[in-house]
């Protein structure tokens, strides 16, 4: 939640409190000559706020940031609140049917808080469906607490003759029961129905194809002796590779300003397709896609000194040809190495008093690799891949859809169930130019991360640029790949500051959850 958000809602809150205190002190709320109670005018207000925020894209992008568990755990205060009603039934302040020695049963939710939040959401044994059933049953509860405290009261309505009557809870303090904790409940109950409508919510699958994709950016002439993009006229005379890349700009935004997407392996910047067009959509803001030789739309030379390093390089190389400034960079699988030897950089230029020709002021990760000892690729993956048997199923792989397939197909969540559809067009743009052989050659990144463990770990790279660098982590609960790598960065960075966040999903993450990441892509962003 963003700090704007943050300070509205604490004012609205305490412009809430003050005025409840002043019109509870002052005997509005204990009118009960006319119809409806005044105590209504206490409960619904609220409701008609959360009932905006929630419709609110601002609503939508702050549930998308709010781990599930929580807004379930919060229930259990409503524990405390059975407690106090029960106390005060026993001093005779309110009638019996307020507790749960008589018609309310409120306590019930509160008490099944945790095993529902922690079991749906983080152990993941209980299915979501059991949250959904928790909030609609809490719900209800609440409904049949305020329903006993409303034929309680001194009123034409009073169906409940039995002394005392319910008119406590409109004096004060007791006023902030039905004022603030009656609405906290509700709106801890509305959040997490609307946060499982937007997790449950169908999304459109292959919203561009990779034909489309390609077809919206474009290729530069990269030269690798000087480690620029030159002009087209002497690519042929440098022997330059050309380089896939798409820059969206908008002429009422900073051109020296853009987010950076960084491709992950293997399939490259098509793995951004679906987000682009949701930021598109939503909230255009300027873009810039990169591809490494090697990969989509890219040359893909057999003999090519592939590494980390040298798609550093592109990088920055694509960032001078079109003036970018600063960025803010958005990293998937492996380009989490290229933007650490990026950020090494900058550093490095700070402290010898250079200023970098583009700063990166803020990072996303996703499925990344940051530390050496996190890596746990299975064997007939990665591993197998940078193999002469490996290399020889990359070649088949070109041809046979079968064996392309069997060779990708983990990289999805068993839930997900990757359509024949989604392979097609992922095929389409790894085979490119010959491309699956870029496979082979590029699996050996996690052994060159090993053998730079040093200068391309994240634990001394936030120790030292927290402070000038806002950093991200998402990881996925099913990646078969790095599940390691969050746990590993939970125990290392977190003490930074560095918010760490574990969506439902695969390690093919970007096509999963492209709504859940393109609105933590536009928070981040603002």
């Known amino acids: 939640m963003s700090r704007s958000i943050f300070r509205r809602t604490v004012v609205l809150i305490a412009g809430w409190l003050i005025l409840l205190g002043v019109l509870s002190i002052r005997g509005f709320f204990a009118d009960f000559s006319k119809l409806p109670p005044r105590l209504t005018f206490a409960l619904l207000p609220p409701l008609l706020v959360v009932l905006l925020f929630t419709r609110s894209q601002t609503g939508k992008r702050v549930l998308q940031q709010i781990q599930p568990q929580w807004l379930i755990y919060l229930q259990s205060f409503r524990i405390l609140v059975e407690i106090v009603l029960w106390l ?97 409940a509700y709106t801890l109950h509305i959040l997490s129905l609307q946060q499982w409508r937007i997790s449950r919510r169908s999304v459109v699958r292959a919203v561009i194809s990779a034909k489309e994709w390609f077809g919206s950016g474009g290729r530069l002439p990269y030269d690798i002796a000087t480690k620029s993009i030159v002009d087209p006229d002497k690519a042929m005379l440098l022997k330059s590779l050309f380089v896939f890349q798409k820059y969206v700009a908008y002429s009422k935004q900073n051109p020296a300003r853009a987010i950076t997407f960084l491709p992950g392996f293997p399939s ?53 040809h079109h003036h970018i400034e600063s960025t803010f960079v958005v990293t998937f699988d492996y380009s989490s190495l290229v933007v650490m030897e990026l950020l090494r950089r900058q550093q490095e230029k700070a402290e010898n008093g250079i200023k970098p020709s583009t700063i990166i002021t803020k990072v996303l990760f996703i499925n990344g690799g940051y530390f050496t000892d996190g890596h746990s690729h299975p064997l007939l993956t990665t591993p197998l891949l940078k ?8 070649i088949k792989a070109q041809e046979s859809d079968f064996a392309f397939n069997g060779m990708i197909k983990g990289m999805w969540s068993k839930k997900y169930r990757v359509t024949e559809a989604e392979l097609a067009e992922v095929r389409d743009a790894i085979r490119r130019r010959n491309g699956t052989l870029f496979l082979h050659y590029a699996a050996g990144f996690v052994d060159e991360h090993k053998e730079n463990g040093g200068r391309l770990d994240l634990l001394p790279i936030v120790e030292r640029m927290h402070k000038d660098v806002f950093f991200y982590i998402v990881g996925s609960d099913k990646d078969q790949f790095e599940p390691k790598q969050i746990k590993l960065a939970k125990e290392r960075i977190s003490k930074y500051g560095v918010p760490i966040q574990v969506l439902p999903g695969g390690h093919m993450i970007t096509m999963e959850q492209p709504q859940l990441l393109t609105a933590m892509i536009l928070v981040i962003a603002k």
């Open 88 to 184: 005060l039934v026993r001093k005779g302040l309110l009638p019996v049917q307020l507790s749960f020695e008589g018609r309310n049963f409120d306590i019930v939710t509160g008490l099944l808080a945790f095993p529902v939040g922690y079991y749906c959401f983080v152990k993941k044994t209980w299915p979501s469906t059991i949250a959904l059933l928790f909030n609609i049953g809490g719900l209800f509860m609440l409904l049949n607490a305020i329903t006993i405290s409303t034929l309680s009261m001194p009123t034409p309505l009073r169906v409940f003759q039995n002394q005392p009557d319910s008119s406590l809870l409109t004096k004060f303090p007791l006023i902030y029961l039905p004022g603030l904790l009656v609405p906290l």
């Open 268 to 320: 490259g910047s098509y793995d951004w397709a679906q987000i682009d067009a949701l930021i598109e959509a939503k909230d255009p803001l300027n873009r810039l896609y990169v591809e490494y030789i090697g990969q989509g739309d890219s040359d893909k030379p057999e003999q090519y000194p592939y590494s980390t390093f040298e798609r550093a390089d592109v990088v920055e190389a694509i960032w001078k």
């Open 387 to 394: 193999t002469g048997f490996g290399k020889r199923g990359t």
